[in-house]
């Protein structure tokens, strides 16, 4: 007993000894004299250069950083999420409480003015087309932000002397697209503040950023050495020499900051230092201790982390968090976590026909690979030899065999008696480029021998075959002419349904230039018997494909197709979008389907619509029972009770369900399954050049350090940006139990522009609708303008307001909330007038819509009337009603200026691309009329810049700026 205790005592000792340490993951170092801030565990701490314990400053949920010291140490400004957005704090530079300065989000502090009264931020703040960073001052009393004279500004700081600027003009900061040289890629300029002088102070086609000042020079991060390692260097602004100040050779440094003698920066996560007397680099052996409460291992409901489900008569089984769940129908019995395993993910299990086992994907043996379990028992690995991405299973209805695809778009089955696997079919046919569409589309006839799955044909149409495990027969029921999928049998045995995108009944718009199909599925079905006999379930091949026929239902948007016993169903909504054109074989989780049940035996009604919308349905193993979706509750019920209520059945209890969720755990499991996909599904096998598996390693090696789920995500960062390639995003995860709970006060907007005058403030211009928009909804016009431009706002509420006070700091409102204010034509309160407004949470679309009528109106003037003019934000489904508003408009113009500056990206170009490359084909003319051209193209200059994505550019521009 006395052993016991001192082993308890000793891990007790040790485990509190762990949390002392050097602290790994620190980002936004900033240093001041012997004294360095950094932010860790979503804090900020202080500590010394020379090292030992730094003190933690905040304890705040939310994350504080990007802190500052002042020039003459008094204080420290940072970026705190306290109030539901990121704002500008100030606080004393030894502790205490912050003081908020900025009431406008997503503001980042910079640095500080010389004379320690002004804190330097940037913030995205009255953009146009597309949102732009631009560096603005605050004084510490919080007063109305000052915009510093420069157009935009992703980074900058102030030189000693307050006289000049160094700042980055475009980039994204942190990116993780490492070694990037495209046109978003981070320069470095000098501005003259005072003389309004602007010069770029560096050529180099890469990385350029987080300029500082030192000694009379601009330092500044740059991957341009020859092992694209980022490192620190200082240019000359007189001469535009650059020179080396680091040579690190494995990671990069990332987020310096300098007093002027000393930069600290992040290498590797860590903390270090350069000497700029000496050269030196060393690490800042500063030390932290945390309880880390927020990482320790926490009971939990994971109902909010289900991401997949299966019923079998009583019971229903759930993926919960990588835990597989099994959860009775019944009320009064306990729901069981089966596997338990915070460290495993568990996916897409499936209770077996008899409801006795549960078989799902897991990666504990290091890839995924098929378990099955009883339900009262422990997991067996039957390994499938497979190590890639495995798609959803299906047991055979005789419980003897198991269904499942590979990310090779193959299809297998596993015979769980002699553990043998036969692939079934395989296909190298993409439906389209996004990864959603990947082939999982099989099913189970009701003899276990047959299976019906779809495979893309090289039209891209999906094309239906049937495949015999015992002859090997394979029969395809369809050809590639029209698209089929969802193909499901019956498990009557009767029949075999599925969708059929073959209804080409068009509409076309009122200008008759374009077409869509607003119902183009409908739905299949196909006797398997040539002859009516009642006998074994059997598929007479012969004439198969002459027995399809459409059912009586009508066409429409239709996914999902199911089949029960003596029912089946489908999900329809309404309209396609790109949302849904990524969630053809699988929904992706909002409750927008509109179900359809069909039963083919009824004498009368025989289709029924489910009255709520769901995100989610399937049919038990039986194909008598239901569960469903909607919202984050589940529902199960009888099929047939379903059908004749056409109402969501009982809901099934989830708050038995608890497991205990250790983040270190999951964390590395959550590594492991990211180094795993890009492995699974990036495009290049040779990861462009890349040594995946030494990527992963090295890597891998920093798991024992994380401590929070944002640094996790950073990690994945780092090792995917590797890569060097776009859309390789890292977001989203469980972000501990200590989340700050939502705002419901916002910094609301008038939809106006301000200047100062006799010390008040007076409206310089007042947004609302346009010529082009007249829809726009403005708190000062709907649609006539409540207010003029050049009147003065003299008052919120009753209160008066004066310049330089903050107006968004009153301004603090909820949804729906309205204020008074008090205007007049003159700065006095003499005679003024109160209005009451609601103020807005954003007012870019008003901004936007008056740049599109400022731009029109000026190609217009400038070409008297001959040009036209369209703007496009984007390349998404929407934006191919905004080229067409404009095309419509300025078609039979000599020219069109068509100006993708900002544009997003997509995938829709070819829309607007085949309406440009169009010829002249006809003409109509009447007597005493002029000819109706059918559409010659104009003449267009297409202006972008470095800011626009891909996809906007591939049109032909003949200039572009």
Known sequence: MLSYRVSALLLSACALVAQDRAPRFVSSPDVNGDRVVFTWEDDLWLGSLKGGAARRLTTHPGVETAARFSPNGKWIAFSGQYNGGTHVYVMNAEGGAPKRLTWAGGATVQGWMP?????????????????????????????????????RGVQGTVSPDGQRLAYSTKGVVEYYWKRYKGGRHQDLWLADLKAKRYEKLTDYVGRNGAPMWANGKVLFESDRGSNGITNLYAVDPATKAVEPLTDLKEFDVQQPSTDGRTVVFVQGGYLQSLDLATKAVRRVEVSTSSDGWKVAPRPLNPKEWIQAMSLTGSSAVFEARGDVFLVPTDTTKPATNLTKTPGVRERMPRLSPDGKRVAYFSDASGDYDLYVQAVDG????????????????????DGTKILFGDKSFAIYVMDM????????????????????????????????????YSFVEPNRNSRIYLHNLATKQRVALTDDFFDCLNPRFDLDGSTLYFLSYNNFHTKLDPSQDNHIQPAPVRVMSVKLKASDDKGAFRIDVAGLPDRIAPLPVKAGNLFHLKAGKGLVGWDEVEGWDDNVVEELYEPGGTDKWKLHLYDPAAKKDKEAVLTDTVSEWAFDAEGKRVILRKGGAFHTGEASALFASKALPEKLDLERMTMTAAPREEWKQIFEDTWRWYRDFFYDTNMNGNDWNAIGAKFRAWLPDLNSRQELNWLLSQMVGELNVSHTYVSGGDFGPARPTPNPVFSGLLGADFSTENGVYRFAKIYGPTPYARDLKAPLADPAPKVKEGEYLLAIDGKPLRAPEAIQARLQVFKGQKVTLTVNSKPSLEGARTIDVEPAASDWNLRYERWIAGNIAAVDKASNGQLGYMHLTAMGDQNIGQFDKYWHAFRYKKGIVIDVRGNGGGWTEYFMIDKLERKQVGFNVLRGMGPSVIPIPPPMAVMCSSATSRTAATARPSSCM
Request: glycine share 2%; proline share 9%; hydrophobic share 35%.
């Open 378 to 397: 422990a997991p067996e690995r039957v390994p499938t030899g497979l190590k890639t991405a495995l798609y959803h299973l299906e047991w055979s209805p």
């Open 417 to 452: 008696a002699t553990k043998k696997l036969t692939k079934v079919d395989e296909s190298h046919e993409l439906k389209n480029d996004e990864f959603t569409w990947e082939v999982s589309d099989y099913a189970w006839a009701p003899d276990s021998q047959w299976v019906a």
């Open 115 to 151: 004379d320690s009264k002004q804190v330097v931020f940037k913030t995205i703040s009255d953009y146009d087309f597309r949102p732009v960073e631009r560096l603005f001052t605050v004084d510490l009393d919080g007063h109305e932000p000052e915009a510093l004279p420069i157009p």
